[in-house]
């Protein structure tokens, strides 16, 4: 099968043959139709995120169940599906807990050695050595993974936008939802209107937030925040952004989510987080970068500072699915840009760059 690999850290994104992936006992086999191009993926290859290598990345995937192993009930050959780039194993503590969005041993086997929880990779390239998989190793034309990573989808959802609920709307929703605790009429500042930030948007909205305000430096962004639901907008490059959402919101906003990752924008949301709401970090840094923040305002402002990673697969894209079906949340309204996977190296430079608004799409079937 055709796979983008990553030799080295800062090596290039590269069209290879690898074998084509069997699943095991409780994993499922996708044939992929769309990977989502993320950031964090650009962490990884260029050595800011440690990681294996040789590896395939791409974390945000949909397509067709094409093979499934034993045990597997809840999705059968044939099946639209979507795949999460959190793989819970279902038996540590945190899975047990219903806590499954830090499931230990994805954080401890995948996501430090890539691979899968037998301890093997499921990619080899045509000499028969490993290839690290990041996630499922979604830039391939198949992928395998633990079938608590796998969800259906509706029949009236495009299986190709789908892609990018597995990854920046499930964060989304996992920091609205189980962080945030987000109700209907809610006030949600979002900073940073990159693919998560924006998806983080769109769902406010979906879910019935009142008040939506995008913080961002550049105006195309904002203007796609306006479009996917924000109702108001902060250009952080005029003026203090803080004072601005202060004024919007009469004192701070009850849920503050961070989409950049940067130790100036922590403190700004911080900051902009009103007495007794929640301050919600998503964005993720290289290794090492910490930030600071007043600790007084916080502590007497009981305002609560909470990280979030992902959210829980099978519920939350179950109820992401839900939503794109009837309506309230379009995955397609973010995808501005569409490459091939040939093209995957030129996406991924185009995102570094800052060139991509919304998020950008490798679909299998397509041609440059």
Request: one cysteine or more; aromatic letters at 4%; proline letters at 5%.
């Amino acid at each position: 099968m055709r796979a983008i690999v990553v030799r080295a850290a800062g090596a290039d994104f590269r069209l290879e043959e690898l074998r084509r992936p069997t699943p095991g006992p409780g994993e499922v086999l996708l044939r992929i139709a769309a990977c989502g191009v993320c950031h964090t993926d650009l962490h990884v290859q260029d050595g800011s995120l440690a990681f294996r290598f040789p590896a395939t990345l791409g974390h945000e995937v949909s397509g067709t169940v094409e093979e499934v192993g034993d045990g597997v009930g809840h999705v059968a050959v044939g099946d639209a599906a979507v795949g999460a780039f959190i793989m819970p194993c279902g038996r540590c503590r945190m899975c047990t807990m219903d806590r499954e969005e830090i499931c230990e041993t994805f954080l401890s086997v995948n996501r430090r050695y890539g691979t899968l929880y037998d301890g093997t990779t499921r990619l080899y390239d045509a000499d028969g050595d490993p290839v690290w998989m990041y996630s499922m190793g979604g830039l391939a034309e198949y992928a395998v993974l633990p079938a608590l990573a796998v969800a259906p989808l509706p029949a009236s959802a495009s299986l190709a936008e789908c892609a990018i609920l597995g990854c920046a709307f499930l964060t989304a929703y996992g920091a609205l939802v189980h962080v945030g605790d987000i109700g209907t009429g809610a006030t949600v500042v979002v900073l940073g209107s990159g693919g998560v930030g924006l998806s983080t948007i769109a769902t406010a909205r979906a879910l019935g937030a009142g008040t939506i305000i995008a913080v961002d430096i550049t105006r195309e962004r904002l203007a796609a925040a306006v479009e996917l639901g924000a109702t108001a907008t902060v250009d952080a490059t005029s003026g203090d952004p803080v004072d601005a959402v202060r004024e919007l919101t009469g004192g701070g906003a009850e849920i503050v989510v961070e989409a950049v990752g940067q130790p100036r924008t922590v403190r700004q949301a911080t900051e902009m987080t009103a007495a007794g709401g929640r301050c919600v970090l998503v964005g993720i840094a290289p290794s090492g970068v910490t930030a600071e923040f007043e600790i007084t305002p916080l502590v007497r402002r009981k305002v609560q500072v909470l990280g979030s990673m992902g959210g829980r697969p099978l519920p939350d894209l179950t109820a992401l699915g839900r939503l794109v079906s009837e309506g309230a949340l379009d995955p397609g309204a973010l995808i501005t840009r569409r490459f091939p996977l040939e093209e995957a190296g030129t996406a991924y430079r185009l995102l570094g760059e800052g060139r991509i608004i919304g998020r950008a799409l490798i679909e299998m079937g397509a041609s440059s």
